[in-house]
């Protein structure tokens, strides 16, 4: 079994978790059940998929949870997109947040890989 703890990018997926909370405050409040609602489960879906692929014990079933983080992040960043397209956090510096967000992915798709490349092996 994993340590979900000692993983780098579980580490960086709560980090970018408590930037998304911080942001969703400034979302105006009649997104509190829509865009605040959605980003903030998707982002909280990165890192408990990371976890909850640390306790599986074949590395095809980890890449399976590693490949749904992923597919949370880039629903993070969607969302994040429509918000600043939709200008609904006004102020919003949106470039420190981006740049986390896509280390996030590059990191979370070469944790994929890495493990990919030890089934084909």
Same mark, same amino acid.
């Given at each position: 079994?994993?340590?979900?703890?000692?993983?780098?990018?579980?580490?960086?997926?709560?980090?970018?978790? +408590?930037?998304?909370?911080? @942001?969703? *405050?400034?979302?105006?409040? !009649?997104?509190?059940?829509?865009? $605040?609602?959605? /980003?903030?489960?998707?982002?909280?879906?990165?890192?408990?998929?990371?976890?909850?692929?640390?306790?599986?014990?074949?590395? +095809?079933?980890?890449?399976? @949870?590693? *490949?749904?983080?992923?597919? !949370?992040?880039?629903?993070?960043? $969607?969302?994040? /997109?429509?918000?600043?397209?939709?200008?609904?956090?006004?102020?919003?510096?949106?470039?420190?947040?981006?740049?986390?967000?896509?280390?996030?992915?590059?990191?979370?798709?070469?944790?994929?890989?890495?493990?990919?490349?030890?089934?084909?092996?």
């Amino acid at each position: 079994m994993r340590n979900f703890r000692k993983l780098e990018v579980w580490t960086e997926a709560i980090d970018l978790t +408590k930037d998304i909370y911080s @942001f969703k *405050e400034c979302l105006p409040k !009649s997104e509190i059940y829509g865009l $605040s609602s959605q /980003i903030c489960r998707a982002v909280i879906s990165i890192s408990s998929n990371l976890a909850e692929g640390c306790s599986r014990n074949s590395e +095809k079933e980890f890449i399976r @949870f590693i *490949e749904i983080a992923i597919g !949370s992040a880039f629903e993070v960043e $969607s969302l994040l /997109i429509v918000s600043k397209e939709l200008e609904l956090a006004k102020n919003f510096d949106y470039q420190p947040i981006f740049e986390k967000q896509e280390k996030l992915q590059k990191k979370t798709n070469a944790l994929r890989n890495h493990f990919a490349n030890i089934v084909k092996n």
